[in-house]
């Protein structure tokens, strides 16, 4: 397949090189190794990014007969963001493409997108999915809607309406090296790729794939399953975009965005018992101009997540 890149080379197939961060999710990565395996584009290489995993991990992708498999063995930091640079810095190929090791890539998903970028010529794509649970059955949630958006899209993904993930990526390393890579901030631990993808589509305008490319597996060890301040590391997403200063539009909306997130941030805080700290939320969120119904609201269900806990949640218990 030739084509001609945004910069006008021509090209024949160009190298891939996927990024695969795990910890301890041998069986797990297996299927997701597999899924990369089976593409029908074929000139890639693989690296499996390893966060000091415990189990079985590296034994068992020694036994996998893939010359195109190299795996780097990191001490555990518990960063993705620094876990995927690592594989970045290792990579060898003109595109990078990202999976998760408990997610699966359709056969089609590099063949696909390879084709709508030779039509486009634009920089990076991503592309749709489904989520599936644990017995790989399809997960139907009518407000799950992905929406293709398409070229300078940055105000979309801000304003939450449309979701990209990660894992649907396909982009130049070049265009990767421009932004920076993923963030290092030792705060953020998680929610990085949200904030990455902020930055990627402030740079370059997107194209995308309509069709599904990608299932994500909701399962008990899925990450952000596993969050109980997922609010509040969206917020901190938000915060360090707009340290950027990306300009005077895009930080307005970012605050928006940064306000709502505090405000439902605060609601957890209050059923933890934590009064000071969500007060202190729901006075940010405030100050940053959160629509004041929404605030109202998250004041109303924080309260009501106390009365829940120190007198239905001690009333059950006198019970018993």
């Known amino acids: ?5 945004s910069a006008g080379e021509e090209k024949t197939d160009p190298l891939v090189s996927i990024i695969i961060p795990t910890y301890n999710r041998c069986s797990l990565l297996v299927e997701a190794i597999a899924s990369v395996e089976s593409q029908t584009y074929r000139n890639w290489e693989l690296i499996i990014s390893d966060d000091g995993s415990t189990d079985d991990t590296l ?32 990579s060898k190929g003109e595109w990078l493409a990202f999976h998760n090791s408990d997610d699966v890539w359709l056969p089609r998903k590099l063949e696909l997108q390879f084709k709508t970028l030779q039509k486009e010529k634009k920089r990076w794509i991503y592309g749709g999915y489904e989520l599936m649970d644990e017995n790989k059955i399809t997960i139907h949630r009518p407000t799950l809607k992905f929406i293709p958006y398409r070229g300078m899209m940055v105000k979309e993904i801000i304003q939450t309406k449309t979701a990209i993930t990660i894992c649907s990526i396909l982009m130049e390393k070049k265009l990767f090296d421009e932004i920076g890579g993923f963030c290092e901030d030792p705060r953020l631990l998680y929610r990085g790729d ?24 909701e399962h008990a060890g899925r990450v952000t399953r596993s969050l109980s301040d997922g609010n509040e590391r969206s917020a901190l997403a938000y915060e360090i975009f707009i340290n950027q200063k990306p300009g005077k539009e895009l930080e307005t909306l970012a605050r928006k965005q940064l306000a709502y997130e505090l405000s439902e941030a605060s609601i957890n805080r209050f059923a933890q018992g934590r009064i000071k700290l969500a007060l202190k939320q729901l006075s940010r969120a405030f100050f940053l101009r959160d629509n004041f119904r929404h ?19 001690s009333a059950k218990k006198r019970k018993t």
């Open 1 to 5: 397949m030739a084509w001609r890149t």
């Open 59 to 90: 034994a068992t992708i020694e036994k996998i007969a893939e010359p195109r498999i190299r795996v780097l063995s990191l001490p555990h930091t518990g960063h993705i963001g620094k876990v995927m640079n690592a594989g970045a810095q290792l």
């Open 194 to 217: 949200f904030e990455f993808t902020l930055r990627l589509a402030m740079q370059a305008e997107a194209a995308v794939v309509r069709e599904i490319v990608l299932r994500v597996r």
């Open 295 to 313: 605030w109202l609201s998250a004041i109303k269900r924080g309260i009501y997540a106390i009365f829940k806990k120190r007198f239905i949640h």
